[in-house]
């Protein structure tokens, strides 16, 4: 008996369940049936109105297949969802079963924040999405999105689309392969490969994956992240930019490249301040300067670039060095400028051209501003160069004098004047036997030598006033180091990776990553004045040719 009892309820209960689910029909004009051509339909004719759980329907014509709980609408389809949405389009096909619609031609549909148009359009009345294959635009009130196929989740008011995506508005355009965009907020999370497009400056940003919001311009990126600005080029692992601001923060492997200048900057953490043309980074921080075949690597803890190409200063500070095949160097800070092709060297600044060692109390390379390739080399006040013996480890050529005047050609160190109280000191080897003949020492009031591949192949002296030449056994030891001699091989950088060695001097505190840090930094550098360029001296006459192995000839 209670199993009987359980059963009548059971299947009272299923019928009532599927009597809910049942499609009513409110109004017709006309109804009628056509078992030979509809089998098992109900055909409904003139202001065909029906409702199924909180949505109606209003259509021309319309088959109403009862037993299957499924009906075919065409001609001016109308279905509202309550207050939320409300769908047209010239065909339907709901199963009230599944709650699920199919519609078709100039199909269009509209709720609170957006409007929705497509050929075709699936509805999951369950679920509250709608899915569109084959094409479909929708518009709010900042943005027009279109793709080949995406999704509308009426709920989160979120379009999710995976093929041909763009958002376009009056200030952008984002193109992009997968996002999800929020009509309620104008927010895109962005998954594939995307590219946003300023409309007024052409400036871009492209990622893989990120956030970008259309209200307020504002982009975060973190995978694969360029910005694409008129003279340069920045990529990072991640990257923030606000293009009203004109501000644009990056981390770990950022690359920026100056395509006007031919300069590339490195680091790990960098600020850009568009407005300001200022571009600051920091942490294994470097720039890198393509000359013909080779580049010159200059590296420092901070790096400083401000002002527009043409008139740009480049500062770089605190435990510089400088990397290139056959010249590299130390100091504790370097300021350049685009505009007079000057790079000036501060607080104990150190060069090695090939195994000279050059140094003095201010070092200046100039630059060919036409051309970017190096021009001269300025040792001001002190000037000391320094060459090791090539078979003897505690002998040392050695040049001294007030100013040393350097000049390149083809980007190699040519000539080089030593001017005012030049001394010279050096071992002479026979070039067969590579013994030591003699030890010369000259004073002059100016020295030039010539060298060919960094080797001193030609000296000459002008209105010489004493030298001495000295048989290796009679020289004076005490006389075999000039005043102020320090050799300072073990800081030579001989490779890039060298270039990032902090020479076991304690390392600075990290710099905070934030705008306070920017700005006291640039607030200090940016009062720096550039020094007025030394004319380079007339030379006079008086020569002696030497040998590359440092003999005379």
Known sequence: MKKLFLLSFLLVSVGCFSQS????????????????????????????????EGATLD????????????FKALGEVVIEQGDSIIQYSDFTLYNGNTKKATSWGNVEINDKEMKLSTDTLHFDRKEQVLYYPNGGTI?????????????????????????????????????????????????????????ITNLKDSTKVYCEKGFY???????????????????????????????????????????????????????????????????????????ITLLDKDSMYVAGDKILLTGKTDKRIAR??????????????KCDSIHTSQTTGVTRMFKNPILWSGKNQITGDSIQILTDIKTSKLDSLKILKNAFMIQKDSLSEDDFNQIKGRNIYGKFENNDLRTMLVKGNAESLYYNRNEDSKKMETVTKEIASDIEFTLVKNNITETKYFKQSEGTTFPPSEFPSEEKKFKGFIWRSDEQ?????????????????????????VKKVRKKYLKESLKNRTDRPEKNTKSRKRNSKGGDR
């Open 21 to 52: 689910k049942k499609i009513k029909i409110l109004s017709t004009q006309l109804s009628t049936a056509d078992e030979e051509k509809y089998p098992g339909a109900t055909i409904l004719i003139g202001n065909v109105k029906m409702e199924h």
């Open 59 to 70: 259509c021309k014509r319309a088959l109403l297949y009862q037993k299957e709980n499924i």
């Open 139 to 195: 518009r709010d009130k900042k943005n027009v999105l279109k793709s080949i196929r995406g999704s509308y989740f009426l709920k989160d008011k979120k379009f999710t689309a995976k093929s041909k995506v763009t958002v376009v508005n009056p200030e952008s355009n984002l193109e992009s392969n997968h996002l999800d965009y929020y009509t309620n907020s104008n927010l895109a999370y962005l998954y594939g490969a995307s590219t």
């Open 213 to 287: 919001n259309t209200n307020t311009d504002v982009a975060y990126f973190v995978k694969n992240a360029k910005l694409f600005l008129k003279e340069r080029t920045i990529s990072a692992d991640s990257l923030y930019y606000d293009k009203r601001k004109g501000f644009a923060s990056a981390t770990n492997n950022i690359k920026v490249i100056d395509t006007i200048q031919k300069m590339i900057t490195k680091g790990n953490y960098a600020e850009l301040y568009e407005k300001k043309d200022s571009l600051f980074i920091i942490d294994k921080a470097v720039a």
């Open 316 to 329: 770089i500070f605190n435990n510089v060095k400088i990397f290139k095949t056959d010249l590299q160097g």
């Open 493 to 517: 950088p001989l490779t890039v990776e060298d270039i990032f060695k902090k020479d076991n001097i304690k390392s600075l505190p990290p710099i905070k990553k934030n705008n306070e840090a």
